[in-house]
Structures are given as C-alpha cells and as structure tokens.
C-alpha cells in the first residue's frame, strides 16, 4: 500500500518549472508582443486575465503519492482566460478560480522546439491543452514563420484548415498569414498589433498630436476674440460715423432756423 503524506502548497504548486520564459529576443518578442497587446485589447474588462509564461494547475493536489513531488501542470507562453479577474498570481490555480481554464493559448516555438525532444514536449502540451480544456490553441514559430491553430470540437482539438485571415472566436483578432510570411496580428477594429517600441512611438506621436491639436485650439480661439474685436471696433467706427452724421444734421437744421429767424431763407444761399 502506497503512503500517503501532506505536502506543503507551495511544493504542490511551485511558482517555478526552472526553464526560461524565452531562449532567444526574437522568441521574446513575440511573447511580450501577443500578451501586451491583448492586454491592451481587455483592458477595460476586470473579468478577463491575460498572463505570459505562467504555471497553469488544472487540478487540486491535496493529498499524493510519497514518490510524486508535484501536481501537473504547464507554462503557456501566453494564455487568456476568460471569467476570472485581473491580478497577480504566483501562478493560475486552476481549481481556486471557479475552475475556469485558460480558454485562449499561444506557444511561441524557438530553436529548441525542433528538436527531437522539443516535439516530443510540444507535443506534451498538446495533450495537456486538449485534456484540461482549452478551446483554442495557435502556435507560431517566428524563425521557419509556420503557423497552426487549433480548435475545440467536443473532446478534442481539431486542426483549422486555413489560418489565413482567420479570426478568433475568443478574442476576435484576426490572423494574416502566408507560409514563409511573418504573422501580423490585428485587433477586431483593424489596427495592427505593435511591438513596445511602436507602442511607445505611437503615445508619443498621440501625445505630440493632441499637444499640437491644444495649440490650434488655442489659435483658432484667439482668431476668433480678434475677429469679434475687429467686428466691436468696426461697430463702433459705424456708430460714431452715424452719431457724426446726426450731429451735422441738426447743427444744419439749427443754422437754417436761425436763417430763417432773421429773414433768410437758406433754400437760396448758393453752396460754397
């Protein structure tokens, strides 16, 4: 009869499987790349949470055999799920989340993957993503630029025949893709993903846009106090011409009164 002793949580559920999060910057920057722009894509949803390189334990370990160390798990480079709520976590327990599992997985193969050994641990996670439920699945492979997905039929992930403007049931961003092409992601309002670098280039140019948008404001609002100056002025330049003009009328209607109070009739002094 196997023995049968406690173990302490965080041995059942280490924050840590010792490999890398990447193991070149190309590999990197595809991670950082699909999950920050996700993140962007969610960020006004609190139910929605987006991790990158984060042990996934599907099921609860209380109790295990003496030989066994660990429950199972595994590290999606990035994954999505759907349900729970944002926040840090050592990493995504599965059973104490209402036990949602990632919907959304992406793997962003490297050198290594290629390998003998890489396919048989690719392969792995296959299994584990269509055992515990995920309901879609993309892998990318940046250097041979190779793309597959997978969706969920039932029990099983079923291959997508044609990845090529494909769009995300979960997400609803869309896939452009050609074999021997680099994959360009797209939000579902038709911008493009970008990387960090574009990302910050894109605030600063927003930045420097609405600055300049502030200061044309402000133009168009001082052309306008100097267009209604000018119109007061131009009012007031009317109303003194007027007043001037009435001011000569009764001042020569006053003469003629004083000509005609003293016998001449002004009608017949010739002009001037």
Known sequence: MTSLVQIPDDLLYPSSDGNPMAENTLQYRWIVMIKENLEILFAKDPHVFIAGDL???????????????????????????????????????????????????????????????????????????????????????????????????GQELVPIPTMNQWVSPRLGIRFEWQPG?????????????????????????????????????????QQAELAQQREQTERQRAEYERSQKELAQQRAEQLAAYLRSIGINPDEIPPP
């Open 181 to 221: 092409q680099e994959l360009v992601l797209y939000y579902p309002d038709g911008r493009r993903f970008l990387s960090s670098i574009e990302l910050a280039e894109q605030a600063e140019l927003a930045q420097r846009q609405a600055a300049l948008a502030q200061q044309q404001a402000a133009l168009a609002q």
């Open 55 to 153: 042990l996934w334990y599907p099921i609860q370990v209380s109790e295990i055999p003496v030989h066994e160390t660990r429950a199972p798990s595994q590290a999606p480079d990035v994954m999505v799920v759907f349900g729970v709520n944002k926040g840090d976590r050592p990493s995504y327990k599965q059973f104490r989340e209402n036990n949602i599992p990632p919907q959304v997985v992406f793997e962003i193969l490297s050198e290594s993957n290629r390998t003998a050994k890489g396919r048989e641990a690719m392969q792995q996670k296959f299994e584990f993503y269509q055992r515990y439920g995920v309901e879609e699945y993309y892998v990318y492979d940046p250097d041979e630029r190779v793309l597959q997905g997978w969706q969920r039929q």
